[in-house]
């Protein structure tokens, strides 16, 4: 991916990719209000240790030590040395991310609200309840299969690996997985003899 740099001189470097999808890089987040009317699919700030992940559709909030910043248009991804991936699609279409509930997005609907208003115990029945709801599934799966079966962690494993380090394949992915697992179900319960 190509890029164009924007120098704001002592204020940070703004990173500009010339792909179809956007990218704007900005190594701190001191006058990130500049950002505010550039169309962009994701926005990537990188370097504080606080630093979170938002993909709202339309309005983005970010806070950190400063106070929180709006941005328009797009999806914002925001790294601290770690790499950049997508997180559940239950997550992301329901405006929740792991790192809000820690942060404390403002006005972020449900996660800056709780990250804010309730105690650390709150907050992590809250998220926890929100990960079991939409991982149940995937949990059993590791127990069933996972738990003492060094095949099934490693097919489990390579199933995560795909779903993360694949983002824009995501949704293909888990539902070649499902469609796999009840077929393979299938099969195991149709061709398991049964004892008299």
Avoid: R
Wanted: glycine fraction near 12%.
């Amino acid at each position: 991916m190509k890029f164009g740099y924007i120098d704001l001189g002592k204020k940070g470097k703004l990173k500009l990719s010339s792909g179809k999808k956007k990218v704007l890089f900005l190594e701190t987040l001191k006058d990130l209000w500049q950002l505010e009317n550039v169309d962009s699919n994701y926005a990537i700030i990188g370097g504080l240790s606080n630093s979170i992940v938002s993909p709202f559709s339309k309005k983005l909030f970010i806070t950190s030590n400063l106070k929180g910043i709006y941005l328009h248009k797009g999806k914002i991804f925001c790294y601290s040395g770690t790499t950049l991936s997508e997180f559940l699609n239950f997550q992301i279409k329901n405006n929740l991310s792991c790192l809000e509930f820690l942060t404390g997005i403002p006005q972020a609907q449900i996660g800056g609200l709780i990250a804010q208003n309730a105690g650390a115990f709150n907050m992590g029945v809250f998220h926890g309840s929100t990960c079991l709801g939409c991982c149940w599934a995937q949990m059993m799966i590791m127990f069933a299969v996972g738990v003492m079966n060094i095949t099934g962690m490693i097919l489990i494993t390579l199933f995560i690996l795909l779903e993360k380090g694949l983002p824009e394949k995501n949704d293909l992915i888990g539902k070649a997985a499902g469609i796999l697992l009840c077929l393979w179900g299938a099969g195991l319960f149709f061709c398991t003899p049964f004892d008299n």
